[in-house]
């Protein structure tokens, strides 16, 4: 009984026996395998060829850090508890800004924004193929395929005309809202796809990545990206600064007018008056001087203000610091045929081999 339950141990030659086997049938189909894998290879490198080729333009930019955010006189006993954090992925300079800053964490959220991307899809961009500039959104629309074997390619104006769009009557909206087509959605689609931000948490750098079929619209696209989301951050943090300013420029103007238009009728009364001496003249004579004198009093105090003002924005208005400017692809990024030929290639060399696996009959055996 005891005799019966004790396991019988395996030979090494029998396993040699199995892989000798194994080594057998491969070397009796190694045909088979052969034309399999080169089956493989040529459906992976003729689908490769089916893909259209895309172009990759990266812009590089480092943000201006708000002097209120860190050092040691703003921050003061903060100073090592905001080292330790960033240690550990932690902001602290970033919880710690005023209202009218806009983190870079937020920088691609703005780039994908409708608003955004709606102002994008207007600008003017180079298309190598037609050789003239055209607007991004009439290039989104058209087709841009530029593979070798264009079999899945993209009917994008057939998708255009089936979509209808919603007519509002003016004034049931509020000026809040956004009545977009569907047309303008489907090329708002592409142009996410297009365009990506990306941040690095620890120094604030910014990475503005484009991807087309045609290398200088790419450029010219990252380039785009970079200039509208540099005036956007601008008008956002100086939007309060740039109202006062114009305030004061308008009530500047007013106090101008006013004081030359007090300055004239002094003058004017003055060569009217000028052999009167009596006193009722004199008097007069006096309040329009100092009227001249207010008006001029008010215009520069408000000459003062719009100068300081002027000198705000300037110290508000934030600086971006181009570290790597976009630059005109000369390699595709995209697709690599080389990689996906190489990989159908050992795709179609494992697919050979489990099916010589599975053909000897010691496999079937340890299966069943």
Do not use: C
Request: proline share 4%; aromatic share 6%.
């Amino acid at each position: 009984m005891n005799e019966q339950n004790v396991p019988q141990p395996i030979h090494s030659d029998e396993i040699a026996i199995n892989f000798s086997e194994i080594w057998n049938a491969i070397v009796k189909y190694k045909l088979s395998i052969l034309l399999v894998s080169l089956i493989f290879t040529a459906l992976g490198a003729l689908f490769s060829l089916t893909l259209d080729s895309e172009y990759e333009a990266q812009v590089k930019l480092l943000p201006e850090v708000d002097s209120k955010l860190g050092g040691s006189s703003s921050s003061g006993g903060l100073g090592g508890l905001s080292s330790l954090a960033g240690l550990a992925g932690i902001n602290l300079n970033g919880a710690m800004a005023g209202a009218d800053a806009i983190q870079p964490a937020m920088y691609p959220e703005i780039v994908q924004s409708v608003p955004f991307l709606l102002e994008l899809s207007q600008s003017q961009v180079y298309n190598l193929r037609q050789k003239k500039f055209i607007k991004l959104a009439d290039y989104l629309k058209q087709d841009n395929s530029n593979a070798p074997i264009p079999i899945f390619k993209k009917d994008k104006s057939k998708a255009a005309n089936d979509l209808e769009n919603i007519s509002v009557p003016q004034g049931v909206l509020s000026s809040d809202l956004i009545n977009i087509s569907k047309q303008e959605t489907t090329a708002l689609k592409e142009l996410r796809e297009a365009v990506s931000v990306e941040v690095d948490k620890k120094n604030n750098l910014i990475k503005i990545t484009a991807n087309t079929e045609d290398p200088v619209v790419s450029a010219n696209l990252a380039n785009l990206v970079l200039t509208q989301l540099r005036k956007y951050i601008i008008q956002y943090r100086t939007e309060k600064a740039r109202k006062e300013l114009s305030f004061l420029i308008d009530r500047q103007v007013e106090a101008r007018k006013r004081y030359d238009q007090a300055l004239f009728t002094l003058s004017n009364y003055k060569d009217q008056n000028r052999n009167v001496f009596l006193n009722v003249a004199k008097d007069q004579g006096k309040k329009l001087q100092y009227e001249v004198d207010l008006a001029f009093n008010v215009y520069s105090n408000l000459t003062n203000q719009t100068t300081e003002a002027k000198i705000k924005l300037q110290k508000e208005t934030p600086v971006f610091k181009v570290l790597e400017p976009a630059q005109i692809p000369l390699k595709r990024s995209s697709p690599k045929r080389t990689l996906i030929t190489a990989g159908s290639l050992l795709l179609g060399l494992f697919t050979a081999l489990i099916g010589v696996f599975l053909k000897t009959a010691n496999v079937r055996e340890l299966l069943a």
